[in-house]
């Protein structure tokens, strides 16, 4: 294994972990935001008020896309076994 063969696999972990987290990250951001717009609307500022959305929005969002990440990590998986004998 050189460095450039190091370099590309390190890459590619990094952009297979982005892209599998990406989804549920953004919509816990989204949720959040719009939590957050409500309660200075609202004038309610209770911290855990955002918690059982944002919960039941990343649950779903695991739900919607969770054979897609498992896809991602799949492929990555059988890259990196198909990597070894090149060692």
């Known amino acids: 294994m050189n460095q450039t063969m190091a370099l590309d696999l390190l890459r590619n972990a990094f ?45 779903f969002s695991l739900v919607l896309f969770g054979s897609f990440m498992m896809n991602m990590l799949i492929n990555f998986a059988q890259d990196i076994f198909e990597l070894i004998p090149n060692l």
Do not use: D, N, R, Y
């Open 15 to 59: 952009l297979t972990t982005i892209a599998t987290a990406a989804p549920v990250l953004i919509i816990a951001m989204v949720v959040g935001l719009i939590i957050s717009v409500l309660q200075a609307t609202t004038q309610v500022q209770e911290q855990t008020l955002s918690f059982v959305p944002k919960m039941i929005a990343v649950i």
